[in-house]
């Protein structure tokens, strides 16, 4: 007999990155009394991480809840980035409802349209949020216009198109009904919850089922599966079987160890859980996103969507540069390794291959941003490794054809910057789709892109907007190979010995391009120490000291001046290396250098090719 859990629902916050959800998580649970009222509470909560914190974007979908008059309302705070898309589509399966956080001012983005559509497939009810209506530019009244266009777009049915719109502003804890009610709290968004949002459905007397949506991993417990129970009810100890709409012939009977259910920003251990509630499951050491637990005499899978495959691969191998092993904690292959694999336990998107070499291994995933991230945790975590070029993963079709993942670019950029970019990106096998003028004397351009021509073209796009430009990028499909692209059109300064720079060294080698490093750095034979404005690589030596005669002093040398040397990002780093060289990682430095140390080596094998 199925019933309706009335004391409970179930949504999820969805957005395009930085329109405000993290911020909106944090004002629901402070007004619905999860903080003591003089706790000092941290900003965006919610981004336990050190990177989402410093960088501003969510990573990890988190699971929180509170309660208002009597209802349980299951949060699910979900990231914005492309890169994490994987994340979105998989916790939807959680939930009832999604609050659509829109800015006021931007208005539906990229990212907007992606999480709507997976939202309206799975034909959840949607309450939209017009977030920031107290920023000076906001225009409210324009943006409930294009999100109801974007959702005619979209095919939305008539009940779908009906949703309710909330104005709010997250940072100022208040959200309105209407453009001219009074602003006090964040009570008109709760009460929407509750009367638009359906409670989950279930039959409490059924069979246990309960599909795993997320994984959580803790160093003392191992493994925890977040879902949320479809039906009949779980207990601890209880035995029940794992098995996977994707894996029909995976079948095991485990036991349930420990059963949480989410309270505030807390775990609550609980002896049962029914019907609708999103509970985390503790005590199963091999348990995977899109298993089933179900009882042991009906084995049922839930069926879920199949996990996004990674688009780009780089290897990740043992630094063996001359100064190996004098910064790091963890530098042999077994540390790389044993990392590596354990961040399969909670990153789904994410692949990780053994090569031939036992020091290198193929890691996969879904972008850019997502391996930088993982190569970011490492390094703070005392990890010293070296990293080659990312490069895109291909396909090939019935009749081998080769086809390469292609992405819809969306850019937005003032006037007068337009048509470098539009150069820019068709230079890199861009095709321009469409060209529309946008708010603030922006123009925005849509492009279809193979992957490979975003690598390394994010730096560029700065440069060429003066830092006014917004790029934004979602995958798109696997389309035919677009033919060869040239990555870089510079050359690289390169030291010519190992030893200390010193200022009469980098002096004459300024001259010929844009150095990384200062005086007084360490560097070897083979390290890539500038950057040459032509094409080819350069070979100079920075260590030179100048020779001493009895008619000069030495202190002729203090007049020179140095031209700053350029600070890379990690981020810049792997956009700037080519092909044949690889990036350096240690918890203090990023070097660059080539993969052949050697100069007369790397000489033979470049007159090889």
Same mark, same amino acid.
């Given at each position: 007999?199925?019933?309706?859990?009335?004391?409970?629902?179930?949504?999820?916050?969805?957005?395009?990155?930085?329109?405000?959800?993290? !911020?909106?998580?944090?004002?629901?649970?402070?007004?619905?009394?999860?903080?003591?009222?003089?706790?000092?509470?941290?900003?965006?909560?919610?981004?336990?991480?050190?990177?989402?914190?410093?960088?501003?974007?969510?990573?990890?979908?988190?699971? #929180?809840?509170?309660?208002?008059?009597? !209802?349980?309302?299951?949060?699910?705070?979900?990231?914005?980035?492309?890169?994490?898309?994987?994340?979105?589509?998989?916790?939807?399966?959680?939930?009832?409802?999604?609050?659509?956080?829109?800015?006021? %001012?931007?208005?539906?983005?990229?990212?907007?349209?992606?999480?709507?559509?997976?939202?309206?497939?799975?034909?959840?009810?949607?309450?939209?949020?017009?977030?920031?209506?107290?920023?000076?530019?906001?225009?409210?009244?324009?943006?409930?216009?294009?999100?109801?266009?974007?959702?005619?777009?979209?095919?939305?049915?008539?009940?779908?198109?009906?949703?309710?719109?909330?104005?709010?502003?997250?940072?100022?804890?208040?959200?309105?009904?209407?453009?001219?009610?009074?602003?006090?709290?964040?009570?008109?968004?709760?009460?929407?919850?509750?009367?638009?949002?359906?409670?989950?459905?279930?039959?409490?007397?059924?069979?246990?089922?309960?599909?795993?949506?997320?994984?959580?991993?803790?160093?003392?417990?191992?493994?925890?599966?977040?879902?949320?129970?479809?039906?009949?009810?779980?207990?601890?100890?209880?035995?029940?079987?794992?098995?996977?709409?994707?894996?029909?012939?995976?079948?095991?009977?485990?036991?349930?160890?420990?059963?949480?259910?989410?309270?505030?920003?807390?775990?609550?251990?609980?002896?049962?859980?029914?019907?609708?509630?999103?509970?985390?499951?503790?005590?199963?050491?091999?348990?995977?996103?899109?298993?089933?637990?179900?009882?042991?005499?009906?084995?049922?899978?839930?069926?879920?969507?199949?996990?996004?495959?990674?688009?780009?691969?780089?290897?990740?191998?043992?630094?063996?540069?001359?100064?190996?092993?004098?910064?790091?904690?963890?530098?042999?292959?077994?540390?790389?390794?044993?990392?590596?694999?354990?961040?399969?336990? #909670?990153?789904?998107?994410?692949?990780? &291959?053994?090569?031939?070499?036992?020091?290198?291994? =193929?890691?996969?995933?879904?972008?850019?941003?997502?391996?930088?991230?993982?190569?970011?945790?490492?390094?703070?975590?005392?990890?010293?490794?070296?990293?080659?070029?990312?490069?895109?993963?291909?396909?090939?079709?019935?009749?081998?054809?080769?086809?390469?993942?292609?992405?819809?670019?969306?850019?937005?950029?003032?006037?007068?910057?337009?048509?470098?970019?539009?150069?820019?990106?068709?230079?890199?096998?861009?095709?321009?789709?469409?060209?529309?003028?946008? $708010?603030?004397?922006? #123009?925005?351009?849509?492009?279809?892109?193979?992957?490979? @021509?975003?690598?390394?073209?994010?730096?560029?796009?700065?440069?060429? #907007?003066? @830092?006014?430009?917004?790029? $934004?990028?979602?995958?798109?499909?696997?389309?035919?190979?677009?033919?060869?692209?040239?990555?870089?059109?510079?050359?690289?300064?390169?030291? %010519?010995?190992?030893? &200390?720079?010193?200022?009469?060294?980098?002096?004459?080698?300024?001259?010929?391009?844009?150095?990384?490093?200062?005086?007084?750095?360490?560097?070897?034979? @083979?390290?890539?120490?500038?950057?040459?404005?032509?094409?080819?690589?350069?070979?100079?030596?920075?260590?030179? !000291?100048?020779?001493? !005669?009895?008619?000069?002093?030495?202190?002729?040398?203090?007049?020179?001046?140095?031209?700053?040397?350029?600070?890379?990002?990690?981020?810049?780093?792997?956009?700037?290396?080519?092909?044949?060289?690889?990036?350096?990682?240690?918890?203090?430095?990023?070097?660059?250098?080539? =993969?052949?140390?050697?100069?007369?080596?790397?000489?033979?094998?470049?007159?090889?090719?």
């Amino acid at each position: 007999m199925k019933m309706k859990r009335e004391d409970v629902r179930n949504v999820a916050i969805i957005a395009h990155v930085d329109h405000g959800k993290t !911020t909106l998580v944090d004002e629901l649970l402070k007004q619905s009394g999860v903080f003591r009222v003089n706790q000092e509470v941290a900003e965006r909560v919610m981004d336990s991480n050190d990177i989402e914190r410093e960088r501003g974007i969510t990573i990890l979908s988190k699971n #929180t809840a509170v309660t208002y008059k009597g !209802t349980k309302i299951n949060i699910i705070d979900t990231p914005g980035h492309a890169d994490f898309g994987g994340e979105v589509e998989r916790v939807l399966k959680m939930v009832n409802g999604v609050i659509l956080v829109v800015d006021a %001012y931007e208005g539906a983005m990229p990212q907007t349209k992606f999480v709507l559509r997976k939202a309206l497939e799975l034909e959840l009810s949607v309450i939209v949020c017009i977030n920031k209506i107290d920023r000076p530019e906001a225009r409210p009244n324009e943006v409930i216009d294009e999100i109801l266009e974007l959702f005619m777009d979209l095919d939305a049915s008539d009940e779908q198109l009906d949703c309710p719109f909330v104005f709010a502003s997250a940072r100022s804890g208040y959200a309105i009904k209407d453009l001219d009610d009074e602003k006090t709290d964040m009570a008109p968004l709760f009460d929407t919850i509750i009367d638009y949002i359906p409670a989950p459905e279930g039959d409490p007397e059924a069979d246990t089922q309960l599909l795993i949506s997320t994984i959580d991993y803790n160093e003392f417990v191992g493994r925890i599966g977040v879902g949320k129970i479809d039906n009949g009810t779980i207990r601890v100890n209880q035995e029940c079987a794992i098995v996977n709409y994707h894996e029909p012939e995976k079948q095991r009977k485990v036991k349930i160890g420990k059963l949480y259910e989410f309270d505030g920003l807390k775990k609550v251990e609980v002896t049962e859980a029914t019907v609708g509630a999103i509970v985390a499951i503790s005590g199963i050491s091999d348990i995977h996103i899109g298993d089933t637990l179900c009882s042991v005499d009906h084995l049922e899978p839930i069926v879920f969507q199949k996990i996004s495959e990674p688009t780009i691969a780089m290897n990740f191998m043992v630094n063996d540069s001359p100064l190996a092993g004098q910064e790091g904690k963890f530098i042999t292959s077994r540390h790389i390794r044993e990392r590596l694999f354990r961040e399969l336990n #909670t990153d789904v998107s994410l692949r990780v &291959e053994e090569t031939d070499s036992p020091d290198c291994f =193929k890691v996969s995933g879904r972008g850019e941003l997502h391996l930088s991230v993982l190569i970011e945790n490492m390094r703070r975590e005392g990890f010293e490794f070296a990293v080659s070029k990312a490069e895109v993963l291909y396909h090939y079709n019935e009749r081998n054809q080769k086809l390469e993942p292609m992405e819809i670019a969306y850019v937005d950029v003032p006037e007068e910057f337009a048509g470098a970019v539009i150069q820019k990106l068709t230079g890199r096998k861009g095709e321009l789709q469409g060209m529309s003028p946008a $708010n603030g004397g922006y #123009t925005r351009l849509e492009f279809s892109i193979p992957s490979r @021509g975003l690598i390394g073209y994010r730096g560029e796009f700065m440069t060429d #907007t003066k @830092g006014n430009g917004i790029l $934004n990028t979602i995958f798109d499909d696997y389309g035919p190979y677009k033919g060869d692209l040239s990555y870089r059109k510079t050359g690289s300064l390169i030291a %010519y010995e190992s030893g &200390e720079t010193i200022t009469y060294g980098l002096f004459n080698a300024q001259e010929r391009g844009l150095l990384f490093v200062g005086p007084g750095e360490k560097v070897y034979s @083979g390290m890539i120490i500038g950057q040459n404005p032509k094409a080819e690589d350069i070979e100079v030596n920075v260590c030179k !000291t100048k020779k001493l !005669t009895n008619t000069r002093s030495s202190s002729a040398d203090e007049s020179l001046k140095l031209v700053p040397k350029k600070i890379m990002s990690l981020e810049q780093c792997l956009e700037f290396i080519d092909t044949d060289e690889l990036l350096e990682i240690t918890p203090n430095n990023l070097r660059i250098r080539k =993969k052949i140390l050697d100069p007369t080596m790397r000489k033979r094998s470049t007159m090889k090719k």
